[in-house]
């Protein structure tokens, strides 16, 4: 498949995605019991589906192994601090802050990569938070959604940083399954330590139905899909075009929500400069796929 075939792609995951902060809100059980079912069920899957599947041996395999398990811990934490931050603020609040992944990313991957910060880059993220600064201006009644949204991107950040070294190296399976595992286990010990068992209870059928959707459309099946398209298009495009999430899960807040999810005039205009950052990398990487395609002579 092309590039532009994965940028496809990678938007019907986002909507996905959005859509799991939505199912989130409407359900009854916390955010740790959330992210818990989530990532248990999702580990039972990708280890029956690795049982299957023949994979060739590469180099430091442990290494590889225990830097999935490490991301997993960050992914852990990003989807709690997501859930978290739209159960005490708004599904817009909560999806609308993972715009700032581009930022973290930026500052983060040249130093995780020794590279050379790319001026490219900088110039995209500014655009990007001048756009959430906006949306903080407008909506800074909502701090702990945004404090717990923008932990939520940072986290996010370093997972995709990580996962993008992974998929060159071992299968979209593998990396899922210690990821999924990772959480499993860290939800495991934060309940025993806590004593919090009984949060996990299930008392209605849409929670129950909740949990298996977010465990086999928004985590299982976007979740090894979006390994994919990393390795083709690279963790700053990634974390980039995700800031279309946010529109999608504001649009769908909108709809199934109502009232309780209408913001200041300034929101939109914020969220309308991140729709742009997204377009403009588009249109980059869409110019410099077709120049290296056809050369000048």
């Known amino acids: 498949m092309t590039a532009t075939t994965y940028l496809i792609l990678f938007q019907i995951i986002l909507i996905l995605w959005s859509a799991s902060g939505l199912v989130a809100k409407m359900m009854s059980l916390s955010s740790e019991s959330l992210t818990f079912y989530r990532m248990l069920i999702s580990t039972v899957i990708f280890i029956a589906i690795s049982k299957t599947q023949k994979h060739i041996p590469t180099r430091n395999t442990l290494a590889s192994r225990n830097l999935a398990l490490l991301s997993g811990l960050f992914l852990t934490l990003h989807w ?7 159960k005490v603020s708004t599904v817009s609040i909560g999806v609308i802050c993972l715009s700032a992944c581009p930022f973290f990313t930026t500052l983060i991957e040249p130093i995780y990569k020794r590279k050379t910060m790319s001026l490219y880059n900088i110039i995209l993220s500014s655009l990007a938070v001048s756009g959430i600064s906006i949306i903080f201006h407008f909506e800074s009644h909502y701090k702990s959604g945004i404090a717990l949204g923008l932990f939520g991107s940072l986290t996010l950040a370093i997972n995709t940083i990580i996962t993008e070294e992974l998929s060159k190296k071992i299968s979209p399976t593998l990396i899922i399954k210690y990821q999924m595992l990772s959480g499993s286990i860290l939800g495991f010990l934060w309940f025993f330590i806590t004593d919090s068992f009984e949060t996990l209870i299930i008392k209605n059928y849409f929670d129950l139905g909740g949990v298996f959707f977010l465990s086999l459309f928004c985590t299982s099946f976007t979740m090894w899909f979006n390994v994919k398209c990393l390795k083709v298009l690279g963790s700053f495009s990634i974390v980039l075009s995700a800031n279309m999430e946010s529109i999608y899960g504001i649009i769908l807040a909108l709809v199934f929500l109502g009232q309780s999810e ?3 005039t300034g929101f939109y205009w914020g969220s309308l400069i991140l729709i742009l950052t997204v377009f ?3 249109y980059f990487r869409h110019s410099i796929h077709k120049n290296s395609q056809h050369p000048q002579t």
């Open 262 to 264: 209408y913001m200041h």
């Open 280 to 282: 403009i990398d588009w």
């Open 80 to 86: 709690w601090a997501f859930f978290e931050s739209i």
